[in-house]
């Protein structure tokens, strides 16, 4: 993050997230906090009780105390509110920049006579084709149709290094907001006016805008369940007071209800969502939902394509083998010459490495002959020479067969060659001339560096990791030796890739998919969190959950962290705010009953000053736990690893125990400050 954007986070958010607390006093808004409209609604009467204090009666109580608690309680929802309104904040300015750079770039469309013509990028729809150039922002969503192009992808992603699109394949597919480093491309526009990626990311980066999660919702309703049980047991206080001969005073039973009612949670809670989600986009992946971000916590089982998720995708030639009395010069001279016409990363990254051998071959001016394109079909290109000599390179057994049709050679050592590569995990490509094969390339998809050591802290956290590749099984296997997953699918097709999944999630397992290709789309759908990589196909990506920005499969392991990090910091700031009500249970219920009932003092452990001043001290921690707390909820409870039952014992002794001593030490102190102050 730059220091320019830290500088915003910390005026303009925070001025905005002030004004946004009085706003959401809005009745209409509150209400969807059952906690916090309990307080605003004690509030209001004690406002109208410090203008009245007779107002439901003879009150003990004058209009400065009934002042002070209208004024603790309101402070208490504009911290609340300003909470929810920082972390929204957060998600706005980001959005914001994101709107800047699309309502500012332009493109070059083309127009019905063949001209460019320069246009708003608003302007643009479905099916428009755009012409891009070194320098140029990339207006909207699209395939690229023509040339190939750097494309700097750092206004997204952050630090990622420019990626290579082309034309045709995988990797063609082009995002909204990102900007071409070099040469150009022409790109035909694939979503409407308001339905790129870009305006999506713009939507959901505003916490504003999101739905609450399951998990969310049903601690939400436990919050309103306590509330209303509070609410009970402050109300029948009432005839058991009159019982005894003791007044209670309007003030002080609001003071009871907010103190015991889980506020400190109850104005959090939003917070820590919108938080949740924030963080996620912080670490380059977009969250379709809140959802998924919280089912990531819990994931039991992370499915993984190999290319392009686990590799990098493109085959590269790493090394020639010659066949048994074949010379290496002889086997790479032919490599060069077979590859020289083929545009495929395949064909160059011979070349390159044919380069690298010190040998050497130019065309001659045309005089080479007809190169011969690769077909699904022949599974073979190469080069027609003048004057009728054959070259050759393809799969090892349409190879065979091509010599064997040409009468030619096939060397004995030629599939113990072939076998060695595949079982190194990498692809053979078999070299002939004239009909007689001279050795294999070399072909290997290099697995992305980390990833084992990544694979075994999702091991750590009790996740399995499944790799589904269409490669035979021998090289599969070497696959997943070298990535370290803990099981692989060779062979596999996307029905089987829906199967694997339907399988653990039968078994009552949570399931995680990564991918990029189409052929994914299905299983991403299919999965409880779909993580597509942003370097793939536009369908992987409208059928995934969350996209990973930096074509990184590793960084699930950050989003289930983050998952994680969101249950705990729910789970550990409930458990605080109920462990609250023991401490303020001590300093209240004394303070009111102490005068009708001499023995409760033995209840006044915290040895407050006055009953005025317990209520107080109670009621000001109350409130001024809510902003102490906010950076808990914001950046959210450290994840460690561990099992259930330790977290769960870590939680209670840390936030359980610190959620009853921090109250005793903070309303003592409070009181103290207050009697020293001779405000009591």
């Known amino acids: 993050m730059s220091a320019e954007r830290k500088h915003t986070l910390n005026k303009h958010i925070v001025a905005d997230a002030l004004s946004g607390a009085i706003r959401k006093l809005n009745p209409v808004a509150m209400i969807r906090n059952p906690v916090m409209f309990v307080v605003e609604i004690g509030t209001v009467v004690t406002l109208l009780l410090a203008i009245e204090p007779d107002l439901f009666g003879s009150s003990g109580t004058g209009r400065g105390y009934n002042f002070a608690v209208f004024a603790i309680l309101l402070f208490t929802l504009l911290f609340a509110n300003f909470a929810e309104a920082l972390a929204e904040g957060r998600g706005r300015a980001q959005a914001a920049t994101l709107r800047q750079t699309k309502s500012e770039t332009k493109a070059r469309r083309r127009e019905s006579d063949g001209a460019y013509r320069e246009v708003s990028s608003v302007d643009l729809r479905k099916g428009d084709i755009v012409r891009i150039e070194a320098g140029d922002i990339i207006p909207t969503d699209g395939e690229i149709i023509e040339g190939l192009a750097s494309i700097d992808e750092s206004a997204i992603t952050g630090e990622s290094a420019p990626v290579i699109k082309e034309a045709g394949g995988d990797f063609s597919s082009v995002t909204g907001g990102t900007r071409v480093a070099s040469d150009w491309i022409v790109v035909r526009v694939t979503t409407d006016p308001g339905e790129s990626f870009l305006d999506r990311m713009i939507s959901l980066v505003e916490g504003a805008r999101r739905q609450k999660t399951p998990n969310e919702i049903a601690l939400t309703t436990l919050l309103a369940v306590l509330t209303l049980i509070f609410l009970v047991v402050v109300v029948t206080m009432v005839p058991m007071a009159d019982y005894l001969g003791i007044r209670l005073d309007v003030s002080t039973l609001i003071a009871l209800l907010v103190c015991l009612i889980p506020t400190t949670i109850g104005g959090l809670l939003s917070a820590i969502g919108i938080a949740g989600m924030d963080r996620v986009t912080q670490f380059n992946v977009l969250a379709m939902s809140g959802k998924a971000v919280e089912a990531a916590g819990d994931i039991d089982t992370l499915i993984l394509d190999k290319t392009g998720t686990i590799t990098y995708g493109n085959r590269m030639a790493a090394e020639f083998i010659p066949v048994r009395g074949v010379a290496i010069d002889d086997l790479v001279t032919t490599s060069l010459q077979a590859s020289v016409f083929d545009e495929t990363p395949e064909g160059r990254s011979i070349v390159q490495l044919a380069g690298q051998s010190g040998v050497s071959w130019a065309p001659g001016g045309g005089q080479a002959g007809e190169p011969v394109l690769f077909t699904a079909e022949t599974r073979m290109s190469g080069l027609d020479m003048t ?43 078999a070299v002939a001339r004239d009909g007689r094969i001279l050795g294999v390339v070399y072909l290997k998809d290099t697995v992305k560096p980390g990833l084992k050591e990544r694979f075994a802290e999702l091991r750590g956290m009790g996740i399995k990791t499944i790799m589904c590749t269409g490669d035979n099984p021998l090289t599969a296997a070497t696959i997943a030796l070298e990535a370290g997953v803990d099981d692989f699918i060779a062979e596999a097709k996307p029905e089987d890739k829906i199967a694997a999944i339907r399988r653990e999630q039968q078994a009552g397992k949570l399931v995680a998919m990564t991918g990029d290709g189409t052929n994914d789309a299905p299983a991403l759908a299919q999965a409880d969190v779909g993580l597509a990589m942003n370097s793939g196909t536009m369908a992987a990506k409208e059928a995934a959950n969350m996209v990973d920005l930096d074509s990184d499969p590793t960084k699930l392991l950050s989003v289930v962290a983050i998952g994680k990090q969101l249950l705990m910091t729910r789970g550990a700031l409930t458990t605080f705010s109920i462990s609250n009500d023991v401490a303020k249970y001590f300093a209240i219920i004394p303070a009111m009953f102490i005068l009708a009932l001499p023995q409760l003092k033995t209840l006044n452990i915290m040895d407050l000053y006055s009953p005025e001043s317990a209520i107080l001290s109670a009621l000001i921690f109350n409130a001024v736990i809510i902003p102490l707390l906010i950076p808990i909820a914001m950046k959210g409870v450290k994840y460690r690893t561990g099992t259930a039952d330790r977290l769960l014992a870590r939680n209670a002794l840390v936030y359980g125990l610190g959620g009853i001593v921090v109250p005793f030490a903070g309303i003592k102190l409070i009181d103290m400050l207050l009697h020293g102050l001779q405000l009591v």
């Open 387 to 429: 004057g009728g000599t054959e070259i050759r390179k393809g799969a090892v057994d349409a190879v065979r067969r091509y010599a064997i049709d040409r009468g030619g050679f096939v060397p004995d050592d030629l599939e113990e060659v072939a076998a060695r590569i595949a079982k190194a995990g990498g692809t053979p490509l």
